[in-house]
């Protein structure tokens, strides 16, 4: 499938993919988005010499996702923050949101076969020097595997 670009509406220069790629449209090069604590991944953009801090899951959502009335925060369907493709990202109600962090549970196995159910991948995968967009995906070169437990409420 061909990535496809949208120039970001509050930055003209600077434009957005629906892999969760941002580019600078003068030159051309892609940015390269930092994680500030969080979790999520930002962006810097520079806009008459100003620079603006932009999640790039906002960015991705307000060029490629419709956004209905009530619906104002962006979900992050899999709960990886740094996972910002298209596929994964819907607007939610904060009601919505709440219900849906508060809904996910996960097994994750380490290379040494430990397994562990965890509520919340991205406290985990810093408490074990791992990036959770690499858990699910790179981790398993590393020995590690992760998956989803449906049905799962956190009490």
Sequence with gaps: MIE???IIDCAPNYSVSDQG???NNRSGKLLKPCDKGDG??????????KQLQKTVHQLVALAFVHKSDGK?????IDE???NNCLSNLEWVSAQENVEHSQAKYWEVTDPTGNQYQ???LNKFSQKHGLHSCHLCTRGRSKGWTCC???GRKHS
């Design 118 to 120: 965890i509520r919340n």
């Design 4 to 6: 496809q670009w949208k």
């Design 40 to 49: 999520y991944m930002k962006v810097n953009l520079y806009i008459s010499g």
């Design 80 to 82: 990886n923050r740094a």
């Design 72 to 76: 104002s925060e962006v979900n992050h």
């Design 148 to 150: 989803q437990l449906p």
């Design 21 to 23: 790629c941002v580019r």
